[in-house]
């Protein structure tokens, strides 16, 4: 097989085969999603967490998870429309880092009459990471969908040309 | 492709049932051999020896020579399309056909290739991207026999593939597989219980009953010289129509039928004179005009053909075959003749040859 031609076949597969690399890394996005949700909040803390902001941030993370796993499903079968969703939603949620982990590891709260920081480094870490790693899943498998969707529509065109 | 051997194979159960008895039959390279017979008879217990789905309780297997009696299934390199087609529901018609060859770890462009020309065959490129719950059952059933041609199997086995679709749909897959294997020149074994599909497809039939072979040969010598009662009457729609007579000098005679007998039936029938035997004709060797009466009972018009039901002189019942359109009533009277005799030994039941 030549290089040319087995470019093509591999090309050519994409019309059947589904975009597995993107739908996996978005729903790699949900996981490191939940893992950042369940580590950020602490009961310790005293009412720190308690106003809006939580509520808000709470309601987030689930629509977060439900478009993403939406978009898992149409970057599966190249839809770019939801790729370019998964862009946007991959910079928010690295710009989210500079929200909410970042005021707590820079609060301090007194509790029992000592003062405490809300987020200490360590789950402050953490939680960064756990949230870059989601916003770049989100990116990385925006862009693969995209790049792929393009790939796929050039194909198709280049076939009904052939067919033409 | 392949040639197969299949020698003095017997299947017993733990049961201590026989199933299978005895089986020998040599398959050329691109041959379609067609197992027939009535439920229960064994081909299916045969055609699943060979796939090495069932052991062999005597008896060799041979593929190109190789003995595989005791190789198991996966490495015989035979593909097998089931009866229920056995698709994965959950996944398109592309994957479900790719699925043997992603199992083995070809090389994904390789096994697009494969697909591609196995669809391209079969008619079903539109089809890829569906789900097998899209499909017809035809085109499902394709779909299976794609999923074996993409391995290139050495030989195909079928297990009464045809028996989950309706009448119209059948012809039509029965005429994909006949022209599939002209195109593949692929040797095949192919199980039915339809005789039509056995006439209509095979190179050769094997016809089976009761775990016996009762007749090995192509599809004319089956029809033509049935080897047995059997036989006689299992293949041909409608079946033969049987007569106990008693040799005379210059007939067959029963109590209620005289039939002539020419110079050449006469020396055959020699040995069996004054003794009874068996007369057998087809519906389709009854001509109208003659002079044995037969009173009519019923009268199916197909067309081309009359299918005409009714009992000689009263009692033996009777099915002809007479060309165009005719409209006998229930209780006329059609003198009929027979053109073509078959007679077999009533003890034996075997056919009476030149030979016996």
Known sequence: ?164 | MATLSLQHLDKIYDNKVQAVYDFSLDVKDGELIVLVGPSGCGKSTTLRMVAGLEDISAGRLLLDGKDITQTPAKDRDMAMVFQNYALYGHMTIYENMAFSLTLRKENPNVIHKKVLAAAEILGLTEQLNKKPAQLSGGQRQRVAMGRSIVRNPKVFLFDEPLSNLDAKLRGATRREILLLHKRLNATMLYVTHDQTEALTLADRIVCMSMGHVQQVGTPLELYDTPANLFVASFIGLPPMNFFTVQVGEDALVSECLRVPLTAEEKELLKPYGGKEIVLGVRPEDIVSGGDIPVRVFSNENLGMNTLVHGHVMGKERITCKLRGWCDYRAGDTVPVSFVRKHFFDKETTNAIRGEA
């Open chain 1, 1 to 164: 097989m030549s290089m040319n031609e087995d470019r093509f076949i591999q090309r050519d597969r994409m019309r059947f085969t589904k975009n597995t690399l993107s739908s996996g890394l978005a729903l790699l996005a949900i996981l490191f999603n939940v893992l950042y949700f369940v580590s950020i909040y602490k009961s310790d803390v005293g009412s720190y967490y308690y106003n809006i902001r939580m509520g808000a941030s709470v309601l987030y993370n689930l629509l977060f998870m439900l478009v993403v796993f939406l978009c898992s499903e149409g970057v599966k079968s190249y839809k770019s429309s939801f790729a370019w969703v998964l862009l946007v939603i991959g910079a928010l949620q690295i710009a989210r880092i500079f929200y909410l982990p970042l005021t707590a590891h820079t609060a301090v709260v007194t509790v029992s009459k000592q003062k405490t920081i809300v987020m200490q480094n360590a789950q402050f870490i953490r939680v960064i990471v756990y949230l870059a790693a989601s916003g770049a899943c989100c990116l990385l498998a925006g862009i693969v969908g995209i790049r792929k969707s393009r790939a796929l529509a050039a194909h198709m065109a280049g076939l009904e040309q052939k067919a033409a």
